[in-house]
Nanobody
Framework: QVQLVESGGGSVQSGGSLRLSCAAS?????MGWFRQAPGKDREGVAV???????KYADSVKGRFTISKDNAKNTLYLQMNSLKPEDTAMYYC?????????????????????WGQGTQVTVS
């Protein structure tokens, strides 16, 4: 079992920056960030593989950076040049199993562990 605790959300003006954190309580094979805006489906934002490989949604490429501090077992999402359309509840996700394919190919159903979410509002 893994528990995920997100932090770092808040309100920021367009063009601003925020850094989200996700502290994991145990081993994780794959981790990622997802978001859900009001009235919309949850979508993938970024995924980080154990080998350092990354995958980003087209809408955040060049603006967001996913990283992990293995010593702290904490996942980060640095968000720069924020836009109003980035407004959403952001969720950290993790999976402890290898599913037969690379972590960066994981999609939402592949992740078995989820945090409670942290709100990001861009005005």
């Amino acid at each position: 079992q893994v528990q995920l605790v997100e932090s770092g959300g808040g309100s920021v003006q367009s063009g601003g920056s925020l850094r989200l954190s996700c502290a994991a309580s145990g081993y994780t094979y794959c981790m990622g960030w997802f978001r859900q805006a009001p009235g919309k489906d949850r979508e993938g934002v970024a995924v980080l593989g154990g080998d350092g490989s990354t995958k980003y949604a087209d809408s955040v490429k060049g603006r967001f950076t996913i990283s992990k501090d293995n010593a702290k077992n904490t996942l980060y999402l640095q968000m720069n040049s924020l836009k109003p359309e980035d407004t959403a509840m952001y969720y950290c996700a993790a999976e402890i199993r290898w599913l037969g394919y690379a972590c960066v190919r994981f999609t939402e159903p592949d992740f078995g562990y989820w945090g409670q979410g942290t709100q990001v509002t861009v005005s």
